[in-house]
């Protein structure tokens, strides 16, 4: 029988599930809450698929309970930097820099060099500038 080489294949983690590159292609798979099983599945497949020329391969993933089990989320963080609130919010560290220069932007801390927000105050501050619009010119 002839052995055949194979590509490698790399399956690594993402910020929402995982990527897997093989035979020059890359292919994302989102585990997020209710499709994580799918996924699975289709990631399972795909790797069958690369490896298994020529070969029949069924997969299967079960949930031995029918459900999905939830993943457990980190509290959000109290205390934010700058680069938190603008991954968070949209509110650029330039934007926040101006503001604490001018004297306006939600609380912060100090602390040595560190620049620290409460997430209350950023959420207060925003709210505290909604602009209602009435639609006229």
């Known amino acids: 029988m002839e052995q055949v080489a194979h590509q490698p294949i790399t399956i690594e983690p993402a910020v929402n599930g995982v990527v897997m590159a093989a035979d020059g ?8 809450p209710g499709r994580r099983a799918k ?20 997969i299967e993933v079960r949930d031995p309970e029918g459900a999905e089990l939830p993943v457990l989320a980190k509290p959000p963080k109290k205390f934010l930097t700058q680069s938190d609130v603008e991954a968070e919010y949209s509110i650029s560290t330039k934007t926040l820099e101006d503001w604490r220069c001018n004297g306006k932007g939600p609380q912060y801390s100090k602390t040595g060099k560190r620049v620290y927000y409460q ?9 505290s500038n909604v602009i209602r619009t009435t639609g006229r010119v």
Do not use: N
């Open 39 to 58: 996924a699975m599945h289709d990631l399972l497949k795909e790797v069958a698929t690369s490896l298994a020329v020529g070969l029949d391969v069924r």
């Open 25 to 32: 292609r890359r292919l994302v798979y989102e585990l997020k």
């Open 119 to 127: 997430r209350e105050d950023v959420e207060s501050f925003m709210r």
